[in-house]
């Protein structure tokens, strides 16, 4: 079965550095495109980034030139390296398959940006 | 900056039919954004429910349905059942490439 499993959350200072991972099991990970969204306390989903299965990137005008998204196809691994964090990046920060559909999420782990 | 505009909250009785719309501020949704529904639940990851406006999932159940209504993506639930009671988001693609949530619907089934 598909499943996505995020860690590399926690509490970090402002405009300290934070590394997330995805770890992807039940398909073969390098067929399919990957997000990353996130959702601040209380708030509505915000999409953040894609990434293809040949390696072409976006990312929302929020984030740019501030996070990168990457992955590695060998290790069926997502990651998501964010940079000068600010406490509005406070957020539990979820990654997706997409496959016509954000159709598989994971349980999405959680950023604290706080002095 | 394109924002894409939901219902923040709408009731519904116990088996009766409600629609979300979602709508973008750059005009009219068409089947050229790809319109999808999420379902969140409260402590729950969102899942999806509807693609490209009206495509379902295997895990879709059959009262959901998804349309373009009035240049405005739509999601009808038909018979509504209390388990429904969830937050709801539309996402649109816009260029094929970005993509950009709705502010998401507080549908209550009182």
């Known amino acids: 079965q598909v499943q996505l499993v995020e860690s590399g959350g926690g509490l970090v200072k402002p405009g300290g550095s934070l590394r997330l991972s995805c770890a992807a099991s039940?398909?073969?990970?390098?067929?399919?495109?990957m997000n990353w969204i996130r959702q601040a306390p209380g708030k509505g989903l915000e999409w953040l980034s894609y990434i293809t299965s040949s390696g072409s990137i976006d990312y929302a005008d929020s984030v740019k030139g501030r996070f990168t998204i990457s992955r590695d196809n060998a290790k069926n691994l997502l990651f998501l390296q964010m940079d000068s964090l600010g406490v509005e990046d406070t957020a539990v920060y979820y990654c997706?398959?997409?496959?016509?559909?954000?159709?598989?999420w994971g349980q999405g782990t959680l950023v604290t940006v706080s002095s | 900056q394109t924002v894409v505009t939901q219902e923040p909250s709408l009731t519904v009785s116990p088996g009766g039919t409600v629609t979300l719309t979602c709508a973008s501020s750059t005009g009219a949704v068409t089947s050229g954004y790809y319109p999808n529904w999420f379902q969140q639940k409260p402590g729950q990851a969102p899942r999806a429910l509807i693609y490209?406006?009206?495509n379902t999932l295997p895990w879709t159940p059959a009262r959901f349905s998804g349309s373009l209504l009035g240049g405005k993506a739509a999601l009808t639930l038909s018979g509504v059942q209390p388990e429904d009671e969830a937050e709801y988001y539309c996402l649109l693609y816009f260029g094929g490439v970005q993509r950009v949530f709705g502010g998401g619907t507080k549908l209550t089934v009182l």
């Open positions: 490209s406006t009206s």
């Open positions: 039940g398909f073969t990970f390098s067929d399919y495109y």
């Open positions: 997706a398959r997409e496959d016509f559909s954000l159709d598989y």
